[in-house]
């Protein structure tokens, strides 16, 4: 009887702990009920295989499974959102390698803010024949704006000198060769203040008397180094910086509110996702940052960043200390912000401020004879703008590259567009390679690919270097480069996507510009510029490739290609539906794809009006538009100043 009894009670016992365990586990089971199927579709994983699936599983913010309707819809619970995509196609979420979004999103939305708010002071250049007209316009906003005595002013001119049919030389002139930093105080005696040259203020500015003063009392022995300043007819400088100079000013601009700019860049974010970009990087100033991170922490972020630190370039005394607290922080951060890089933001200027070793046969720019092998920031032969230049007896550029291979910052977010750019950054790479190792230089990439000569393909393949190439823009600039450099340079030498690929060289797409993604992944497909005409046949890439480079390949840019990049089981959620098949399509009318929906981590963020009418979906806290009509809505800042 007490056999039985006890063999009774241990059973009681058994059950009850069995019992307790499936309570226990009941939560954990109903977890992994998915929230989300996706079914019936064309979903281009973009694995390891490209594989193509009918049906995606969603829980939380991560994919879950892939596979057949049946395998997949056999895993739903009571509520789980079923979506029958009715043969449409899928992607990844698409992730831009180099994309100044704080930028475009000032320049197209910077007008819903007072200058005060942007700290950006624009001088209207409408009607200026001289010097005196300049300085009047100045006058003008200096008593509008009542600035307090000593307060920094960054005056952004109305002015561009960036591509052929931009500002007229005339006005070169005069910013470049008459104005100066004594002319300027005259307009301005109580304030420090810098003044844009009609190209990105990374690559230069000029600063009136007070602003000089300071750079020079409290940094010029590494300028007089380091360079680069110009001189004016007195030998003395005259207030025109470029880098490294230019740099150690340049951080005391970043100092607007993360609640002004927040504003503008969820304007912006509405445009990238109505395109189906869900992850940037860029170099990112540190008030675009602060405001990046507090749409983060208000669950307001609608795309990954990775991003480049640019403030310490030039404000490191390499003679003096190391980059290695630098270096412990490349790749930390969060699933939706980290950091994947740190250095000098552009290694020369665009258009026909590349650093070149081609010879111009006809004009490229306005400001050609400023710039005529472009700005080599890398050669310690280069000192700034001919011959206005003072001489330099160090190369801060090269001391911070090689800096960075033996600390192990990682090389990235930078502009390199020029062939003897991209040479010298191979030369370094192989230099750091034999000194320190292979991985000295891992994971480094360069940007833009403006132009590339064909003779270094092989090293670029060789130093395991990523290329990041902005093709629709290079097929739509090749008309001023064969104007500039000939038919051949323009046909083999801008985003040689193919050949390089060939070579070895791993290749990813960037837009460089606020343009419509779809029409960046067409170029690389068609290589036709906007008038139709095919640049570089030889350099087409099919539509897997694109779209490798712009998804899967692009995440390893950014450092977490274990994350983003494809659909599949454990990685971040971020999908685009797409309304047309991209495998199918005439090649040209890829350009003309238009998400039907976008869904970031794990959640619709973006929905077309037709596509939310057909399924009845306004998901909460999701936009229902398009992106021409987001486009309207913009209300552009004068004097906005991007790129390289």
Known sequence: MKLRTGLFAGLIMWLSVAA?????????????????????GKI???DNSFSTVQAVSITGNKFTMTGTNEAVLATAGANTQKIDLKGRTVTPGLVDTHRHMYAYAEGAYGGYHTSEQLRRFPVDWTGVRTKQDVLNQVSNLMARYKFKPGEWIYMVNGVSFMSNDASPIALAQILYDELNADDLSKVTPDNPVIMSLGIPDFNGFLLNRKALDWVMTNHGDYIRKNGRFWIGTNGQPDGHLE???????????YDRAADVLGEIYKRDMAEASS???TSISSRMPKDALAAYRKLEAEGKLTYRIGYGVIESFGN????KENLKSLAAQVGKGTEKIWMTGAGPTAIDGASSRQCTNQKRTGTFTPIDGWFPTGQCHTDIEYRGAAKRAAPIQKNYFGDWIMASGRDG???????VAGDRASANMISFMEKLQAQYGKDATKNWALDHCGMVDPKDFARMGKVGVTVSCYVLMSVNGATNMERAYGTQVANTFPSPLNSMLKAGVKVVLESDSNSFLWEDIRAAVNRKDRTGKVWGAQDKVDRPTALRMITRWAADYFLRGD???SIEKGKSADLVILDKDYMTIPEDDIGGIRPQATVFDGKFIFVHPSFSTEYNLKPAGALVTTYEDLVKTRKPRSGASTGG
Not at 23 to 37: E, K, N, V
Not at 243 to 253: D, F, G, H, K, M
């Open 20 to 40: 307790a365990g499936v309570l226990w586990f009941a939560p954990q089971m109903h977890a992994q009920t998915p929230d989300m199927i996706l079914h019936n």
């Open 44 to 46: 281009l994983t973009v």
């Open 243 to 253: 880098p490294p100079a230019s740099r150690i000013i340049l951080p005391l601009t």
């Open 275 to 277: 395109m189906g970009l």
């Open 316 to 319: 490191v005394d390499l003679d």
């Open 409 to 415: 910052v990682r090389f990235a977010n930078t502009h």
């Open 563 to 565: 994350q983003i990049g």
